[in-house]
């Protein structure tokens, strides 16, 4: 009887445990707020970028930074409805180095910078979208189809189901460094997306949804030499779409 009665203070006191980890848990996790200024909207868009983890990053001030403005959206597959709307945060940061760790010092030091924008819900803190802006001369990049073409362009057994509520594990940037089939350091255009994905009917995991454009597929293929204007006109209708599982950091197939 002593020990039935000593082991269920014991069993109560570890679930105790249990639920406290849980609760601190779910508080350190960034879910869903209500972004009602420039500064929260900049440490937001912060959370999802993982910039920090990039040696040469310098946090903007969100004055800079930071707009509240319309945004529309009709590339999107899916969820383009989700992420148009009247008031969107926009947050960008400029002509971004990506100290990527594990690729050649060559290939970082060489690599295209480009300015990111990430497009915050206000209601949600929901990260929207991610496009960024090419600093360079004119690529000349084909424009993306509209949300019927992107839609019919995608895989049959795939579906972006929702916007992701929370911060996931797995930032942006290393998203982007995951992404090695994309060449994201040469890219001259990115997009992407954090969306709820499902893939063959299993059930939807959170995803990084990585498009790049203008790109040279990585590792990169033989061809023959080609003239420099014939080789940009390839360049700038390459489309390369890597899926990126946002807990794991697992990439799970690309295309292009």
């Known amino acids: ?39 929260q909207a900049l440490n937001r868009a912060l959370k999802y970028a993982g910039f920090a983890n990039s040696k040469g990053f310098v946090r903007p001030s969100a004055a800079s930074c930071v ?13 383009s409805d989700s992420i148009a709307g009247p008031k969107r945060w926009i947050v960008t ?7 990527f ?10 690599q295209i910078r480009k300015t990111y924008n990430f497009v915050l819900d206000p209601p949600t803190g929901r ?26 362009r995608l895989s049959r057994n795939e579906r972006h ?10 930032s ?3 998203a982007l460094d995951a992404a090695v089939p994309t060449n994201p350091l040469q890219a001259k255009e990115i997009q992407a997306w954090l969306v709820m994905f499902s893939h063959h009917g299993a059930q939807p995991v959170p995803c990084w949804i990585i498009l790049a454009r203008g790109t040279i597929p990585f590792p990169k293929p033989s061809a023959p030499s ?8 390839r360049l700038s209708s390459t489309s390369i779409r890597c899926i990126i599982n946002a807990t794991s950091g697992k990439w799970l197939f690309c295309e292009g």
Not at 9 to 22: D, I, K, N
Not at 161 to 170: A, K, N, R, T
């Open 161 to 170: 189901v929702s916007l992701v509520e929370s911060v996931p594990f797995v």
């Open 67 to 79: 707009t509240e403005t319309a945004f529309a959206d009709s590339t999107t597959p899916f969820l």
């Open 172 to 174: 942006f940037y290393q």
């Open 1 to 39: 009887m002593f020990q039935v009665f000593a082991e269920r203070p014991a069993l109560g006191a570890f679930l105790a445990s249990l639920l406290v980890l849980a609760t601190l848990e779910a508080a350190e996790t960034p879910r869903s707020v209500v972004i009602e200024n420039q500064e």
């Open 226 to 233: 080609l003239s420099p204007a014939t080789q940009e006109s």
């Open 127 to 152: 990260l929207l979208k991610v496009y960024s802006t090419y600093e360079g001369p004119d690529s000349a990049l084909l424009p993306e189809p509209p949300t019927d073409s992107s839609t019919v």
């Open 101 to 110: 760790g594990g690729w050649s010092s060559e290939t970082v030091s060489n």
């Open 93 to 99: 940061f400029d002509s971004v180095f990506l100290d």
